[in-house]
C-alpha cells in the first residue's frame, strides 16, 4: 500500500506564501500523477494542482499564477508553492496519487491526511 504524508500548512496572513509537500512510502511499482486538492468547510474537494510523471502540470483557474506545483521523482514527493495567498484560499489541503501496486501492476487513486491551510489577518 502507499502512504501520503503531508507537511507545511499553517496560519499566514494574506499576501503571504506557504510551501505544502507531500511524501509517498510504501510498497508500489511506480507513482503516475500526483496532485494537490482542497476542501473549503461546506464545499466540496476541488483540484488545485496536478502533475503527472513527466512534469506536465494543470491548474485550477484561481490559483493559476500564484500557486506552482513540482516533484521530485526520487523522493515520490510532490510540493506545492503557494504564493499571494488569499482568504479564499483557506482550507484543507489534500494530496493524491496514483499508484501502480503489486504483482498485476493495478492503478489505485491515494490520499493523504490533509492538512490546514488558513490565511486570515
Known amino acids: 500500500q502507499v502512504q501520503l504524508v503531508e507537511s507545511g500548512g499553517g496560519l499566514v496572513q494574506p499576501g503571504g506564501s506557504l510551501r505544502l509537500s507531500c511524501a509517498a512510502s510504501g510498497s508500489f511499482f511506480s507513482i503516475n500523477d500526483m496532485g494537490w486538492y482542497r476542501q473549503a468547510p461546506g464545499k466540496e474537494r476541488d483540484l488545485v494542482a496536478a502533475i503527472t510523471s513527466g512534469g506536465r502540470t494543470n491548474y485550477a483557474d484561481s490559483v493559476k499564477g500564484r500557486f506552482l506545483i513540482s516533484r521530485d521523482n526520487a523522493k515520490n514527493t510532490v510540493y506545492l508553492q503557494m504564493n499571494s495567498l488569499k482568504p479564499e484560499d483557506t482550507a484543507v489541503y489534500y494530496c493524491?496519487?496514483?499508484?501502480?501496486?503489486?504483482?498485476?501492476?493495478?492503478?489505485?487513486?491515494?490520499w493523504g491526511q490533509g492538512t490546514q491551510v488558513a490565511v486570515s489577518s
Open positions: 493524491n496519487a496514483v499508484a501502480v501496486v503489486g504483482d498485476f501492476r493495478f492503478t489505485f487513486n491515494y
